[in-house]
């Protein structure tokens, strides 16, 4: 058991929790009552990827840091090796990763989140894709390719062959890229050399050689000497990253710390490059073994430099051929890799977290496999990319989906909360539950400019980079509590208890990070309320992949649906085994869905499964996609969210007789447009006692909901904003019910003092202004190019004083609110209101803003950051206070 820190803790009889008022050291709350408040541990929430200039850091710095992000209220860090920003000698001899300074560093990292309650993640080497020092191109731990030469002739040839060479081989060119399967030949050198005479014809000489890559991990050098990548589909890969962390990382007072505060071992995504094929030494033989096929004969059309395949036979089978390799490799980067990574982590006490993906390998398979399985914000198309891993992580027991979150091209030191928490009211939408921030930065690297060391910004030299440097650089971090507790207690929900959906595509692969998931539920399904996942074969092999009551897997899937190939055009087609899972689960009674003319089914040897599985009671056969709706009708299925067509989508969560709902006004992907929703939405409960209970997730406070029931439903009303999400548990508990009605005075506030700290390198200076209207700082001359914080006041006569809501319109970036001197709650920077409870007379309302540096920047850096237009600062409203009883 890992050290827990607890941010608050209370009682109260109507919580199936304990109560908690969230705050920070760094962001303190005002004192509240913690009856009716949700309790949330420091574990519950977001991380941070710490950007590290590698071992160039200060043991005394990095205890501090630790602290920072403690105080604020977030739940450990990621240390990475990374600084393509930085272009002056970093040392990696003294002070590279795995050197003795970068260990001292680790050590009090380690040390300060015990203390703390945080936990830090290592990533398996320095920077991505995983590699380590100590080997070399040649290696046999390191990555491999196929390089290949290709020589067009006629009649005859003779060309001598190196020694080291895999192969050489003939085939006639039948037409452009298509070659003729028959007349591949391997040919035996003789004396040093091969010679083959062929028929009349266009045809090709091909001579292979396997070698190192030679690919080094990303912003490098960070080690002397080099790193290289390792072998992700090979025993001796694996084994060169254990042998470099007992050589260079493993000390006995690392290990020991590990134990009380290390939280995950991470590796990035799986970006193996080479302009040639990618290999492992044991392909040859692993693939006839696997697949019953000999390579050699094929691989003409399986060479793929840079990614992009070259020859095809001119028929189905190049396909499945290329499918078979691609899952050959993803079957050694399971057994090879992933296992044997996670035996290693097991043993220091760590987990294993990965974001899978990359190449043409089953995702699916596996997140079943990984304690943490991870997506990227940035670099996923659409949320089907991440409900891929969801599903699995929920078919497999697993309770956490990772993201990389809020990374942005182009959004350093301009990247808004605002915007983060519209990014991640989506992804969390699509089955995400725990969020790694993208990222913290150390304070200081040679050559960094003010405000400091920034891992991608400039990048690589010019351009301004990646979002984003939090910390206590931005002016936006005196506003981070509030910021992350709404992480701790939304992440808290979507980890309690197991994940429900209604409906199950089954996959022929299982791709992600490919933009491809389910076109009718993207379009028709979830725009009313339905939910799904993904199965493949790999995870309906897994032991949980039963049928209990019509229900399929933890996620509780009420019916599975069965399509074409969506990565081969809809191909008719899939593994036998996957055809015998379907066929097993629908005689146990799941209901099937069966899309298309399934007449040209192929392999021969799928016929009888599939005859069998549409001769099934529970199978439904319907033309195209369109026909989906009325099959599951028919059926009887029926989901469990059900509303009017919008943009809202949610998760379903249940632990005992308690459900929890998150209902989010998502984007399928980051460039859909979406508006407010204001809808009544059906929610199913476990219970037919249970009532609704909004969970405040910005305070923590908890609201009973008013509600119509019929039988296990319960109707409710919803309003949200583009990217806001709501936290809803229905329980059996009641909780009163808040009720108000605006009285429909409303007063304008209009007149405003303004006090702005001008944050700039030498320091800061501040401006006072007056303001009749609100408009933004890049209008006002003084402040066209200040970042910093504002505080706005202004005062209101109450007369015999009431209650109002504060409607502060449009906020840039994050706001928190004073009345009479006294600090509000935090406040939800995509709908900014927060109630007031006024006094008689003379009230004084303090509204402060906090923006991100660019405006700033923009003087001070403007080789970098000169090209970006002045962002909108400040309060710009309209504000008004709407009177209520």
């Not at 379009?523 to 309320?529: A, L, R, V």
């Not at 003379?842 to 000169?866: D, M, Q």
Request: aromatic content about 8%; some cysteine.
């Amino acid at each position: 058991m890992k050290r827990r820190a607890v941010i608050a803790l209370g009682a109260a009889a109507v919580a199936p929790w304990p109560s908690a008022v969230a705050a920070s050291a760094a962001n303190p709350a005002p004192a509240e009552k913690t009856a009716g408040f949700l309790a949330t541990e420091v574990s519950d929430g977001a991380k941070f990827r710490w950007w590290w200039p590698h071992g160039l850091v200060d043991p005394v710095e990095i205890a501090r840091e630790v602290d920072q992000i403690a105080d604020a209220g977030f739940a450990g860090v990621e240390i990475q090796d990374v600084h393509h920003s930085v272009k002056f000698d970093l040392d990696p001899a003294g002070h590279g990763w795995g050197t003795g300074p970068w260990r001292d560093a680790v050590e009090s990292a380690l040390r300060q989140a015990g203390r703390r309650g945080l936990t830090v993640d290592l990533a398996v080497g320095p920077s991505w894709p995983a590699a380590v020092p100590g080997i070399t191109p040649d290696d046999p731990a390191a990555a491999k390719e196929l390089f290949h030469t290709v020589t067009p002739f006629t009649g005859s040839i003779t060309v001598p062959v190196a020694a080291e060479t895999f192969a050489v081989q003939i085939a006639r060119l039948v037409s452009a890229g298509v070659l003729d399967p028959a007349s591949v030949q391997t040919l035996e050198p003789v004396n040093g050399q091969v010679t083959a005479t062929v028929p009349d014809g266009n045809w090709l000489l091909l001579t292979y050689l396997v070698r190192g890559s030679g690919q080094q991990p990303e912003g490098g050098p960070h080690t002397d000497p080099p790193s290289y990548v390792v072998d992700h589909f090979s025993p001796a890969g694996t084994k060169a990253i254990r042998d470099a962390w007992n050589e260079h990382v493993l000390t006995p007072s690392i290990r020991r710390l590990l134990r009380d505060a290390g939280g995950d071992l991470f590796e990035d995504s799986l970006e193996l490059e080479t302009d040639w094929t990618l290999w492992t030494p044991a392909l040859p033989a692993e693939f006839a073994e696997r697949t019953g096929t000999e390579l050699l004969p094929v691989l003409p059309v399986l060479l793929a430099p840079k990614g992009k395949y070259l020859y095809a036979f001119g028929s189905d089978a190049t396909n499945h051929l290329r499918d078979a390799f691609n899952q050959v490799l993803s079957d050694l980067y399971h057994e090879h890799h992933l296992l044997p990574l996670r035996d290693f982590a097991h043993s220091l006490g760590l987990r294993l977290r990965a974001q899978p993906y990359g190449l043409s390998t089953d995702a699916i398979r596996s997140a079943t496999l990984l304690d943490v399985p991870e997506g990227e914000s940035l670099g996923f198309k659409n949320l089907d990319d991440f409900r891929v891993l969801a599903a699995a992580r929920d078919m497999a027991g697993r309770r956490i989906l990772s993201c990389e979150a809020a990374a942005y091209a182009n959004g350093a030191y301009s990247t808004t909360w605002n915007k983060v928490l519209q990014t991640m009211g989506s992804v969390f939408a699509g089955g995400v539950n725990q969020a790694v921030l993208h990222g913290f930065a150390y304070r200081d690297a040679p050559g960094a400019a003010w405000p400091g060391f920034a891992a991608f910004s400039p990048y690589n030299g010019n351009g301004i980079g990646y979002a984003e440097a939090w910390g206590p650089r931005q002016p936006t971090w005196r506003h981070v509590g509030g910021v992350a507790g709404w992480f701790r207690r939304t992440q808290k929900i979507l980890q309690a208890g197991t994940a429900r959906a209604d409906l199950a595509f089954f996959r022929q692969k299982g791709f992600t990070a490919t933009g491809i998931g389910a076109p009718w539920a993207t379009n028709d399904g979830i725009p009313i309320g339905w939910t799904h996942g993904f199965v493949d074969e790999a995870s309906l092999s897994l032991p949980a992949a039963k049928v209990r009551d019509g229900r399929l897997g933890p996620p509780r899937y009420k019916a599975v649906i069965l399509d074409g190939d969506v990565f081969r055009g809809k191909d008719h087609t899939l593994s036998v085994r996957a055809a015998r899972r379907l066929v097993a689960i629908g005689r146990a009674g799941l209901p099937v869905v069966v899309v298309g003319d399934w007449a040209d089914v192929h392999p021969v040897a799928l016929q009888p499964p599939l005859a069998q599985l549409l001769a099934l009671p529970g199978t439904r056969v319907v033309a195209d996609q369109t026909g989906i709706p009325a099959a599951l009708e028919a059926l009887g299925v029926r989901r469990d969210v059900e509303y009017d067509r919008s943009s809202l989508m949610t998760v379903h969560r249940v632990d005992g007789d308690l459900d929890h709902y998150y209902l989010a006004n998502a984007r399928h992907a980051e460039n859909r447009v979406i508006t407010a929703i204001d809808q009544d939405v059906w929610l199913t409960t476990t219970s037919r006692t249970s009532v609704p209970v909004e969970v405040d997730a910005w305070t923590g406070e908890r609201r009973g909901l008013p509600y119509t029931r019929v039988g296990n439903r319960l109707r409710i009303h919803v309003t949200l904003q583009p990217g806001q999400s709501r936290l809803v548990t229905c329980q059996r508990q009641r909780v009163s019910v808040a009720t108000r009605t605006f009285t429909g005075a409303e007063t304008p506030l209009t007149g405003w003092a303004l006090e702005v700290e001008d944050w700039q390198p030498t320091g800061v200076t501040t401006h006072r202004l007056t303001l009749d209207g609100l408009v933004p700082w890049s209008s006002i001359p003084e402040l066209a190019d200040v970042s910093g914080v504002g505080r706005y006041r202004t005062t209101v006569d109450a007369g015999a004083g009431g209650r109002a809501s504060l409607v502060l319109g449009k906020v840039v970036d994050t706001c928190r609110v004073r009345l009479n001197g006294r600090l509000l709650p935090p406040i939800d920077v995509l709908e900014p209101v927060v109630d007031l409870t006024l006094g008689p007379g003379r009230n004084t309302i303090e509204v402060e803003v906090a923006t991100t540096l660019l405006n700033r920047l923009r003087t001070t850096s403007p080789a970098v950051f000169g090209v970006a237009a002045r962002q909108a600062y400040g309060l710009l409203g309209p504000v008004s206070l709407r009177w209520y009883r």
